[in-house]
């Protein structure tokens, strides 16, 4: 069986005709917006913001054990086998550490989180 292969030309112009026959319908809510919820609905979305933040951190403390557990095993072949770059690869972990503590404790701070206790 013989590979299909498109040309450069061929596959733009397959592309353009592809965008201008396709419509795109744009709508537009032109006032009807509903704003029953006010400050409830903002309360509520500020809530689950706070509720996911909180889960967000925990994946990130999940992800932050398993590099740290690779990286180690990692450095400990490295020093067995007598490679060379075993300091830069403790930089690096030692890095990867510092930078997961930090967006840990800056992220729930850039979304003006004030409560802190779930980090320790």
């Not at 309360?43 to 996911?52: D, H, N, V």
């Not at 925990?58 to 075993?86: F, R, T, W």
Request: charged share 10%.
């Amino acid at each position: 069986m013989k590979p299909l292969v498109c040309k450069p030309l061929l596959l733009r112009a397959l592309t353009l005709s592809l965008i201008f026959l396709t419509t795109v319908t744009a709508s537009a809510k032109c006032g009807a917006v509903d704003y029953s919820w006010g400050a409830d609905g903002l309360a509520e979305a500020t809530s689950f913001l706070g509720t996911m933040m909180i889960y967000t951190v925990d994946i990130l403390y999940a992800g932050a054990v398993i590099m740290v557990i690779i990286s180690s095993l990692q450095l400990y072949i490295k020093m067995n086998l007598h490679e060379g770059d075993v300091t830069k690869s403790i930089w690096m972990l030692f890095g990867a550490i510092f930078f997961m503590i930090g967006a840990m404790i800056v992220m729930p701070a850039f979304f003006g989180y004030q409560d802190m206790s779930f980090i320790f």
